[in-house]
């Protein structure tokens, strides 16, 4: 055992390096948003790292929203996207947790994201099927507790911290 520790500090020390294991981490962010800029109140998915059983760099983000803000929203389901946002604007929100999925995993919620993406019709309701929603499928699937207080459904940074809470494993500290 010494020795193996030893090859490896002379390694460090030569400029060799030892590989990273490879894995991709999602992690799930709000922004607070305001009516008079023009973003509402969201929440979305970030994944980085590396696949294991490819190599692959993944490097997406995924938020569930409609596809037209307007009134309608409030009398029912309207048509949906899912949208990606650019770097600087995710620097700007609140990255409230982090976790590591296996690539099974990362292939369930690239699947899950499709079929929201894809889904016939309207498909996106304020109170049924959001952002919260789509966010807390992803969340189950890395095996997170989720549920959907109806208090919290318009509140995406509040739900997060929710997730955050009834998840301890997690370590989350509350976003104010």
Known sequence: MFRLIALIFALALSGWSI???AEV???????????LFGRYPHTFVVLEGT???TGQTINENYGFTAKKVSTAI???????????????YIKKTNRHFTVTLT???YRQVKATMV????APGKYYDLDTRNCIHFVGAMAQIAGLKVDYPKKMLRRPKKWLNHIAAINPQL???RIR
């Open 19 to 21: 590989p990273a294991a």
């Open 25 to 35: 981490k999602m992690s799930f962010h709000s922004f607070n948003g305001s009516v």
């Open 51 to 53: 696949l294991d059983s």
């Open 74 to 88: 409030l009398s029912g389901p309207v048509e949906h996207d899912v949208m990606t946002e650019e770097p600087k």
């Open 103 to 105: 690539d099974a995993e």
């Open 115 to 118: 079929k929201w993406r894809d």
């Open 171 to 173: 370590g989350a500290k």
